[in-house]
């Protein structure tokens, strides 16, 4: 945590929710910036927006490592430690982060997926999920990333969104979009000052920013 804390975001589609980021990190009250996007595809909407914005973006496919998904996160993490990165956000990244990322980076790896976890998580096809299911509510969970789950993990923050009957995927995806744009940015701020407590698989809001050690 320095004065403005470094974010990179790991994004393989569209990227509503980076440009939601990078829209509140130009209010000048906001505790953390964006430097740089990587993304696991050649091209995706996520890096024509990072490039847009003047933001580093950098394309690592696994194709250049020879398939190596190992091999691909350690470029990953040499890009991240080279931007000097404190905090990383997966914003729809569809790959899982190898265990060198997850520990080189603990407790300072936020994912945001489209359900109220732990209801439909494991894959990218979370709203086609909970409308097979026929659940009345869904929403999205911001959470920190741990080793050996897939959108699981200590739950920061979470948005409910009703499911009307006549919603399809788009729809309803549209609606679940909307509060992630809300939350997503709430929990950076939250990660930046200082104010989530992680006591296990929960996550507590302090009021006050608590003293941080081993900050990068
Ligand atoms: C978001 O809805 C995010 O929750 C989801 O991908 C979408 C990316 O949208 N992530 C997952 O499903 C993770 N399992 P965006 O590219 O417009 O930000």
């Known amino acids: 945590m320095s004065a403005s804390t470094r974010?990179?975001?790991?994004?393989?589609?569209?990227?509503?929710n980076l440009t939601a980021l990078l829209d509140v990190a130009q209010t000048p009250a906001f505790p953390a910036q964006i430097v740089l996007v990587v993304s696991n595809r050649s091209q995706c909407g996520a890096l024509d927006i990072a490039r847009a914005r003047g933001v580093q973006a950098v394309s690592l496919p696994v194709k250049e490592y020879g398939g190596d998904a190992t091999a691909r996160d350690r470029a990953i993490l040499?890009?991240?430690?080279?931007?000097?990165?404190?905090l990383i956000v997966c914003a729809g990244y569809d790959r899982v982060l190898s265990d060198d990322v997850l520990a080189a980076y603990p407790d300072a790896i936020l994912n945001i997926h489209p359900s109220l976890l732990p209801a439909f998580g494991g894959g990218m096809d979370a709203v086609e999920q909970a409308l097979a299911a026929g659940v009345k509510v869904t929403g999205c969970t911001v959470h920190l990333l741990k080793a050996g789950a897939v959108d699981a993990g200590?739950?920061?923050?979470?948005?409910?969104?009703p499911v009307e009957a006549d919603d399809d995927a788009d729809t309803l995806r549209a609606r679940i979009h909307e509060q992630e744009w809300r939350v997503l940015p709430e929990a950076v701020a939250l990660w930046a000052t200082g104010r989530l407590q992680v006591n296990g698989s929960k996550v507590r809001?302090?009021?006050?920013p608590r003293q941080r050690e081993g900050v990068r």
């Open 7 to 16: 974010v990179a975001v790991l994004a393989s589609g569209t990227g509503s």
């Open 78 to 86: 040499d890009t991240l430690r080279t931007a000097r990165i404190e």
């Open 154 to 161: 200590p739950i920061v923050l979470q948005a409910a969104v």
């Open 205 to 208: 809001i302090l009021a006050q």
